[in-house]
C-alpha cells in the first residue's frame, strides 16, 4: 500500500468503527437521544476529531441509512434473481426485511423513526424513501405475476402492496417497543396471508 492508501484505509476503517459505535449506543440505549459528545467518548475521539470524519452527527446517521439500503436491497435484487415465482418472491423479500431487523435492533430505531427525533428531518424522508421503495418493488413483484405465474391479487396491487409493507412497518415498530423478534410466528402468519392472496387468472373460453 502507499502513504495514500493507508491514510484512506484509516479513515475508511475510523469511519466504519464511529458508525458501529453510533449502531451500539442506539441498541444499547434505547430512547435515549445519542449526542456527539458521547459518541466521541464511546469510539475514544474529541468531538473535533469525530467532525473531521463526519461533517454532521446528521452525516453519521445518513451513512447508516445507506447501510440498511445497501444491505436489503443487494439481497432483494438477488432474490428476484432466484426466485421466479411472485409469491415467493414476496414470501423472501418480506422476511428479508424482518429477519434483518431482528438482526439490528440499533438500526431499527432509525427505521421506526424514534432515533431522528430532532434532528435533520432529510433523514426521516430518507427512511420513508427506504419503505416506499420496498412497496414499489411489491407492487412491480405483483403486477408481473398475471404475466409470469397466470395470477393475480385478490384485492387490487397498490393495495395489497400497502397490506404487506404496513404489517411489515408494524412488526418493526413492535419490536422497537416491546423487544419482541419481528419473526416470531412469521412463517404461520404468513402461511394465512398468502393462501388468499392471489387468485388464477381467469382464462377466456
Excluded at 408481473?144 to 396491487?157: F, H, L, N, S, Y
Excluded at 394465512?192 to 388464477?200: G, I, K, R, V
Aim: proline fraction near 4%; aromatic fraction near 6%.
Amino acid at each position: 500500500m502507499t502513504q495514500d492508501s493507508n491514510q484512506k484505509h484509516t479513515k475508511s476503517s475510523r469511519r466504519e468503527q464511529i458508525l458501529q459505535a453510533l449502531v451500539q449506543m442506539l441498541e444499547n440505549n434505547p430512547g435515549a437521544r445519542i449526542t456527539t459528545s458521547n459518541l466521541a467518548k464511546e469510539v475514544g475521539l474529541s468531538e473535533a476529531a469525530l467532525y473531521r470524519h463526519f461533517a454532521s452527527k446528521a452525516k453519521m446517521f445518513e451513512g447508516l441509512i445507506e447501510f440498511i439500503e445497501d444491505a436489503v436491497f443487494s439481497r432483494v435484487n438477488r432474490i428476484l434473481q432466484d426466485e421466479p415465482q411472485a409469491i415467493y418472491r414476496c414470501e423472501h423479500l418480506l422476511t428479508l426485511v424482518l429477519a434483518f431487523a431482528d438482526r439490528n435492533p440499533g438500526l431499527c430505531r432509525i427505521l421506526t423513526g424514534e432515533a431522528l427525533v430532532g434532528e435533520n428531518e432529510r433523514l426521516r424522508s430518507r427512511v420513508s424513501q427506504f419503505y416506499e421503495r420496498l412497496e414499489t418493488q411489491l407492487k412491480q413483484i405483483l403486477r408481473e405475476a398475471e404475466i409470469r405465474d397466470q395470477m393475480k391479487t385478490r384485492m387490487p396491487v397498490p393495495v395489497t402492496s400497502q397490506l404487506l409493507l404496513s404489517i411489515v412497518e408494524g412488526r418493526i415498530q413492535q419490536y422497537a417497543r416491546t423487544g419482541r423478534s419481528p419473526v416470531e410466528n412469521w412463517p404461520e402468519q404468513w402461511a394465512f396471508l398468502a393462501s388468499d392472496l392471489m387468485t388464477p387468472v381467469a382464462v377466456g373460453v
